[in-house]
Structure formats: structure tokens, C-alpha cells
Nanobody, 120 residues
């Protein structure tokens, strides 16, 4: 499947900002959605934000108004600008891609994850 290269995670203080990047490469099929999920300590993965090739954007409720996702379709790269970070944002963030073969086949891929830590 597609390879997803993530970068931009790190350690910041409460109220700080980080910018995550995810570059998709080597895709066999069309990538129709790119975005980010996250896994907070002790919890299951949840949607952070996603954007389709038709520019439809979705945000998780907990990040609305603070995070902004954008996509460079020519480069198959997605960016997540995270502002006003809170300690409860601490977790592992995974780039997430959806591919289609143009028929009924749909393929889902996650990156290896990048750690985001927000200190109190």
C-alpha cells in the first residue's frame, strides 16, 4: 500500500503550536482521502481531521476551532496546523490514507505515528 511519511511531532507547552506533515508516496491506487487519527493514552484511535480530493474536510469535535488541515494534492501531502494545544492532546498521531482502485476496492493505510506531547 501507500507509504506515509510523518513529521512534525514533538514536545510543547500548553497553548503552543505544532505543524504535522504527512507525505504519501508509492501509491498503487488513487488516494481520495488523507488525514490524521490519534490515539490518546488508554483510549482507542479517533479522528482528528481529514480532507478528500474533493476538498471535503472533517474535524473531530475536540479539535474544532484549534486545528486546521490542508492538502497539497499535487504532492499528495497533508498538513495539520495545531494551535492552542492542551495536555489532553497528548498522544500518538497517525497519518491516515484511503485509496480506491476505481471499483469496489478500498484500501486503508496508517503511518507509523508521531508523538505529540503537551506539558502542563
Amino acid at each position: 500500500q501507500v507509504h506515509l511519511a510523518e513529521s512534525g511531532g514533538g514536545l510543547v507547552e500548553t497553548g503552543g503550536s505544532l505543524r504535522l506533515s504527512c507525505a504519501a508516496s508509492g501509491s498503487t491506487f488513487e488516494i481520495y482521502s488523507l488525514g490524521w487519527d490519534r490515539q490518546l493514552p488508554g483510549k482507542q484511535r479517533e479522528l482528528v481531521a481529514s480532507v478528500t480530493d474533493g476538498d471535503t474536510i472533517n474535524y473531530g469535535d475536540s479539535v474544532k476551532g484549534r486545528f486546521t488541515i490542508s492538502r497539497d494534492t499535487a504532492k499528495n501531502t497533508v498538513y495539520l496546523q495545531m494551535n492552542n494545544l492542551k495536555p489532553e492532546d497528548t498522544g500518538v498521531y497517525y497519518c491516515h490514507a484511503l485509496e480506491t482502485d476505481g471499483g469496489s476496492g478500498i484500501y486503508e493505510t496508517w503511518g507509523q505515528g508521531t508523538q505529540v506531547t503537551v506539558s502542563s
